[in-house]
């Protein structure tokens, strides 16, 4: 998610005091999920989605990780991965707290034979706010690269103009953060509300249908060079992800530094050991501090973009802002 102060709001969630892995465990627990507003049906229907459409096989990584729970029952992790032929990777982690705190990240990431885009979906509530990011992330530059922004988004900029209506902008979006959104994306803060959820989970139906189509639609590329080109793609968006994504902060506080490391670098972000050797900062250099470490700031550039930067036709008009 975006806005790392919205995610400072996670700072009351209990430190857990132990964790497991078995997930027979959780029936003997007293979870009180907010039902109505819960992440796990837009799980169910991506899974059962794309089980329709193509052989979904579960990933080797689905052994290890699978849920944590903590000991004072107020928070419950729950994690999916899956392959199939044109998918490296579709993984789902899920956050559910007794306070009615709730968090998915799914992700959907192609085989490298395919410059697809990756299917993003990033979603915080809490009782008093909801923060959302939704979007067909691009491996390539869709501001200066229009070849990459025609092939896939140019048929389907009618879902941002659609599902933007009821989940308007969500304020300040800074430059570097638009290198990984698509003129499509959907980043937005509301007050909770059924009718917020069910616009959510229309928008999150038909981006991931769209996605699907577009990964049906999509001719196998065996040529070296170009899987060349979407190997580094998708290890630079990992690694940006990886190093930056502010969901972090609640990860370390849910499961402490080792493990959320081990979470965020080996499953949510997996494939930034397999699919390259460039570091963060060989990446995005201008972030390099003097002493060799990582600048943790959000923004370098310190740009931010306050309303949404492509028109209805994806053209970019963040230039025009002052």
Known sequence: MESSNAMSSLSSLPKPIFLTTNCRQRTTRNFKPLMHLSYQKFINFAVDETKRRTQLAPSPLQHK??????????????????QAPKIRLLRSLSVQNNEMTQVL????F???EFDLPIFCANFFSSPNISIIVLDLNPLQDVINQTDYKDKYYKNIMHLGVKHSELLPWGGKLTSESLMLFSPIVIWSK??????????????????????????????????????????????????????KDPGHALMRKLVGEDRAKD?????????????????FLDYF?????????????????????ESRPWNESGEFIGNNFE
Not at 105 to 108: E, H, I, K, R
Not at 195 to 203: C, I, V
Not at 221 to 241: F, G, K, V
Not at 263 to 279: K, P, S, V, W, Y
């Open 190 to 243: 509301f007050s909770p509300t059924d009718q917020k959820y069910d616009a959510l989970y229309s928008a999150f139906v038909d981006y991931y249908m769209t996605w699907l189509d577009l990964m049906d639609e999509v001719a196998d590329n065996n040529d070296p060079s170009q899987i060349i080109i979407n190997r580094e793609a998708q290890h630079r968006y990992l690694t940006w992800r990886s190093e």
């Open 285 to 305: 250099p201008d972030y390099r501090c003097d002493d060799g470490s990582v600048n943790n700031k959000r923004s370098m550039i310190g740009k931010s973009f």
């Open 263 to 279: 979470l965020i670098r080996n499953f949510l972000f997996n494939g930034l050991d397999e699919l390259g050797n460039r570091t």
């Open 65 to 82: 990780y699978n849920s944590l729970i903590a000991m004072d029952e107020k928070t419950e992790i729950q994690m999916l991965s899956f």
């Open 105 to 108: 990240d799914f992700g959907v």
């Open 110 to 112: 192609p085989t490298l």
